[in-house]
């Protein structure tokens, strides 16, 4: 029988480890609920940048941390339960959550199951994600003192937005939408021809412009959500194996302790089906 994992008091039936690794989980499962239901309530031009921001930050930190516990968690089973060190872990990985995510699929083939290649939408969001743990986090700021070397994550994640959508919807619907954007627009008195903002490139925007960027970023905040849970449900099984294989070796040998627990319990969210992720609307106070 499974212990439950959600007290936070010692227990001297587990080992220190084991609760370390269960506080991580808790951590890594707030992290990214959070992130999912910043991201859902984040629009563009509606004065809620900081909800996108959020999203970034939680984003970015629930799936390194997930990601280290896969990491982590294996490297404990293949050495007699010895953790690797924290300068292992950064000179290994650092905040690269891209390479994070090879290791981590990696284990996969350790534990008999099946090799996973993602989709190129997993690795282009995983990509943006893990340049903003590593480079543009501190974009505003740097920017201020001119040293800032990239462009801005909102910018990043109009692009990402924009392919999300293309890559959802057919160019038929997507021509659709966009004519009947422009028909809302021509009705509303002052909402056509230039504005102030600028795109990415440096060029002024059309007022059509504005509103269809903000659309597509809208349109693909659950997209990207279901993109993340797809990149991220192989590991469930990750999880599993290891806990799995944990029980084995603690039978085999008497243990007293429990070293590892079972992880995937923290992450049930990952086997969301896709229906069922685009119409979701709140993450957190669901799973938590």
Do not use: C
């Not at 282009?124 to 990239?150: E, G, I, M, P």
Request: charged content about 20%; aromatic content about 12%.
């Amino acid at each position: 029988m499974r212990t439950r994992l959600n007290e936070s008091d010692m227990d001297l039936r587990f080992g220190k480890s084991f609760h370390l690794l269960a506080q991580e989980g808790h951590l890594a499962k707030s992290a990214l609920l959070s992130g999912f239901d910043f991201l859902l309530r984040a629009e563009a031009n509606a004065n809620k940048d900081g909800q996108f921001y959020a999203a970034f930050f939680q984003l970015s930190i629930g799936i390194e941390r997930l990601l280290k516990l896969v990491v982590v968690a294996q490297h404990m089973l293949e050495n007699n339960f010895v953790s690797p060190t924290p300068k292992q872990l950064k000179g290994d990985y650092g905040h690269d959550i891209l390479a994070l995510y090879a290791s981590a699929l990696s284990t996969r083939e350790k534990h008999g199951l099946p090799l996973y290649s993602p989709e190129k939408q997993a690795i282009f969001v995983l990509s943006f994600l893990s340049n903003f743990a590593v480079h543009t986090r501190y974009y505003n700021l740097n920017t201020l003192s001119d040293r800032a070397k990239t462009d801005s994550p909102l910018d990043e994640w109009a692009d990402v937005a924009s392919d999300l959508y293309k890559g959802s919807v057919s160019a038929g619907k997507s021509e659709s939408q966009a004519l009947k954007l422009m028909q809302q627009l021509d009705k509303m008195p002052g909402n056509t021809g230039g504005t102030y903002q600028l795109d990415r490139t440096g060029h002024p925007m059309t007022v059509f412009d504005v509103y269809w960027r903000a659309y597509k970023i809208k349109a693909a905040r659950p997209l990207a959500i279901w993109i993340l849970i797809q990149a991220l449900h192989p590991l469930y099984a990750v999880f599993d194996a290891i806990g799995m294989a944990t029980h084995e070796i603690d039978v085999s040998t008497g243990k007293q302790v429990v070293s590892i627990p079972y992880l995937e319990e923290f992450f049930p969210f990952l086997l969301a089906d896709k229906p069922t992720t685009l119409r979701r609307k709140r993450w957190l106070s669901i799973f938590e």
